[in-house]
């Protein structure tokens, strides 16, 4: 059976750091090529936020470029957050799937249940 499991995040003042990191337990080498974090907050889209090929090649969402950094020791994947901002107070999901990295969501097989960040100013 595949689990994703959230852990991390929580409450933090803005211009601090947090990190949140995910396992996708179950899935096989093939499953999880490409693993990555999305956020959505209430009423707006969901945004891809990293993501990582099994290579280590990474892709950063331009609004966090330079202030987070992902990390993946195989099905584990970390991200740590630096100088956040209330923008970027979301729900964070962990996404599993694709063979090549792409911010389509669609391209996720699996997802686990996201787990909340929230910044104050």
């Known amino acids: 059976q595949v689990r994703v499991m959230e852990s991390g995040g929580g409450s933090v003042q803005a211009g601090r750091s947090t990190s949140v990191s995910c396992v996708a337990s179950?899935?096989?080498?093939?499953?999880?090529?490409?693993m990555a974090w999305f956020r959505q907050a209430p009423g707006k889209a969901l945004e891809g936020v990293a993501n990582?090929?099994?290579?280590?090649s990474i892709l950063y969402a331009d609004s966090v470029k330079g202030r987070f950094s992902l990390s993946r020791d195989n099905a584990k994947l970390y991200l740590l957050m630096n100088r956040l901002t209330v923008e970027d107070t979301d729900i964070y999901y962990c996404?599993?799937?694709?063979?090549?990295?792409?911010?389509?969501?669609?391209?996720?097989?699996?997802w686990g249940r996201g787990i909340q960040v929230t910044v104050s100013s």
């Open positions: 996404a599993a799937g694709p063979r090549f990295c792409t911010w389509q969501r669609d391209a996720y097989r699996y």
């Open positions: 179950g899935t096989s080498d093939q499953e999880r090529f490409c």
């Open positions: 990582i090929d099994r290579v280590g």
